[in-house]
């Protein structure tokens, strides 16, 4: 939404660098997780995900971290770009408890400074 | 690509009013969600729906209702609205059993609600 940036924590980074956003979950069964990238004025919308079967998993200019040890999620954006200014929430999923829903966690604004 | 469309991107309606919030998903998913999302609470799940006439309560279903008598169409009923219910709200959808094992979600774009 447009305002969903408001309250939020924010990270600046300058264009080219690289992002790293953090997420600390809770459920220490939780299993699946989610990056997503909401605009303003938009939908979240899926970026990467990963299993808790894997530390590790790269996709397009980002990389999701898991460290279960910790319950602790990160999203890096390599050569950050203004498009990539948005907020980015991080959400789990427990499948073993038969669970139809994702967790979402309160979101990260990304300021790219050009 | 997926496509979840909700029907209105604005609405403005007065205190007491019944209110529809349609949805439709173009991609034969099982799943479809409600979420309202407000500034420092985040995304909360309304009602869900893992088939055509099922719906489950989420996290904050009161002053709220859904009806799924299509596979392709879910709406959010918010059969009297009070201000409290002024938000932006999002629908989603996801194939397989659960939103999370086998597909993300899948969201629209939202409709903001302000109820006067």
């Known amino acids: 939404g447009e305002n969903v940036g408001l309250h939020l924590p924010t990270l600046s980074v300058q264009e080219g660098d690289n992002s790293i956003i953090n997420c600390a979950y809770s459920n220490s069964a939780s299993d699946y997780f989610i990056w997503y990238k909401q605009e303003s004025g938009k939908g979240p919308q899926f970026i990467i995900d990963?299993?808790?079967?894997?530390d590790k998993r790269q996709g397009q200019r980002v990389t999701v971290l898991l460290n279960k040890t910790v319950k602790h999620l990160s999203l890096q954006i390599a050569a950050t770009q203004p498009g990539d200014s948005a907020v980015y929430f991080c959400a789990e999923n427990d499948s073993g408890a038969g669970s139809y829903q994702l967790t979402f966690g309160k979101g990260t604004k990304l300021s790219v400074i050009p | 690509d997926v496509k979840v469309t909700q029907s209105s991107r604005y609405l403005v309606k007065r205190t007491g009013e019944k209110v529809f919030l349609e949805c439709v998903q173009d991609m034969d998913h099982e799943n479809m969600f409600w979420y309202r999302q407000d500034p420092g609470l985040g995304l909360r799940l309304i009602y869900f729906?893992?088939?055509?006439?099922?719906?489950e309560k989420g996290d904050i279903p009161e002053g709220y209702s859904v009806s799924r008598e299509k596979k392709e169409r879910f709406s959010l009923i918010l059969e009297s609205a009070s201000t409290n219910q002024t938000s932006m709200y999002l629908c989603a959808s996801s194939s397989g059993l659960m939103a999370g094992g086998n597909s993300p979600l899948h969201f629209g774009n939202g409709t903001r609600l302000t109820v006067t």
């Open positions: 729906s893992y088939d055509v006439k099922m719906k």
């Open positions: 990963i299993r808790s079967n894997m």
